[in-house]
């Protein structure tokens, strides 16, 4: 499978370049694992990401905004999700609509979602779904690189966006997780910022993957951006 080759490919290149962040890949997902993951979501996994998951099932300590304790991201600047992760946050985003509708003012919250010119069509403009699925968080923002299976009429199921807190306007970063993969395995062979750095925390400086000032957000905007022109 493509994605297995990409990702075990960024792998071997993990474990060369930023081995602090190869050191804090966790062991790979079981089939109960996923099964949970797909129960719980109500959906099958795609295979290109199961099969990923199956390698290493995300971090072995994670940041997102369920715990800010220090952890070294496993992507340039995004902490890689495991399949619990997975299931907290989704389940953190279903709460909030879920309370949202019982309070009569989810459409108002919907209304705050939107989307770039360019992928009006593609992607619903939106503030959240049950169809937004996260794969790649920010380490202290709700923000996440996902699959979205709650497409625009012109989008694709399972394509890959941005949602969350702070990426109320969406794009898409892919046409699929392993697209998203040969975005990635680019991205860190041809652009020198993602490399091993460091990161002032409150206990001083600790090791990080990325140049703290950029964001790889940012580097799937600029390539979305350059495919639309």
């Known amino acids: 499978m493509r994605s297995v080759e990409l990702f075990s490919t960024y792998v071997a290149w993990l474990a060369r370049e930023v081995p602090d962040a190869y050191a804090n890949l966790a062991p790979g997902a079981t089939d109960a694992d996923l099964e949970v993951v797909e129960a719980r979501i109500g959906r099958g996994l795609p295979a290109e990401v199961s099969e990923v998951l199956r390698i290493h099932n995300g971090q072995r300590t994670t940041m997102t905004t369920l715990d800010q304790t220090y952890a070294m991201p496993c992507l340039p600047t995004l902490s890689f999700l495991s399949t619990w992760h997975i299931v907290a946050l989704w389940e953190e985003w279903e709460d909030l609509r879920r309370s949202r509708e019982q309070e009569g003012d989810l459409a108002a919250l919907q209304e705050i979602g939107s989307v770039f010119s360019a ?16 794969l790649w968080s920010d380490p202290v923002r709700a923000d996440y690189v996902g699959l979205d299976f709650d497409p625009a009429e012109r989008g694709t199921q399972g394509q890959i966006i941005n949602f969350g807190r702070d990426e109320e306007k969406h794009f898409l970063c892919a046409d699929s997780f392993t ?36 964001h790889f957000f940012n580097a799937l905007y600029a390539r979305f951006s350059r495919s639309r022109n």
């Open 119 to 134: 992928a009006e069509g593609v992607v619903r403009p939106l503030y959240t779904s049950p169809g937004w699925i996260p």
């Open 179 to 214: 697209g998203l993969l040969e975005i990635l395995l680019d991205e860190v062979t041809h652009v020198r910022a993602w490399r091993s750095s460091m990161i002032r925390t409150q206990t001083g400086p600790r090791p990080w993957f990325g140049d703290p000032d950029e």
